[in-house]
């Protein structure tokens, strides 16, 4: 089970960090991440972490801005977020699967958990 937490309502230009605790144990080969959907859009991938190793990828959209990270020992993965824009407003996901489907175009992840909401005043 995955349990998102730390949207809320920011400024443009400002920063949030949302959380992600997984509850179980989280296997070497998988990697976790964060998707979102903004209103009337398709869910987008964000940002993975390989849990083993710490490969980590970006949208072109978040490169420079966001960083994702995790805390091993709290079987949690993190996504700080700078810079905002009014664009970023979304539902954000976390997700957790076998780190192929950070890599094989068409794979996604097997377990997602709630959403937390950003909005980004402009």
């Known amino acids: 089970q995955l349990q998102a937490s730390g949207g809320g309502l920011v400024q443009a230009g400002g920063s949030l960090r949302l959380s992600c605790a997984a509850s179980g144990r989280i296997f070497s080969s998988y990697a976790l991440g964060w998707f979102r959907q903004a209103p009337g859009k398709e869910r987008e991938f964000v940002a993975a972490?390989?849990?083993?190793?710490?490969?980590?990828y970006y949208a072109d959209s978040v490169k420079g801005r966001f960083t994702i990270s995790t805390d091993n020992a709290k079987n949690t993965v993190y996504l700080q977020m700078n810079s905002l824009k009014f664009e970023d407003t979304a539902v954000y996901y976390c997700?957790?699967?076998?780190?192929?489907?950070?890599?094989?175009?068409?794979?996604?992840?097997?377990?997602w958990g709630q959403g937390t909401l950003v909005t980004v005043s402009s």
């Open positions: 972490v390989f849990w083993s190793g710490g490969t980590t």
């Open positions: 997700a957790a699967g076998v780190r192929s489907w950070v890599v094989e175009a068409g794979a996604r992840p097997g377990y």
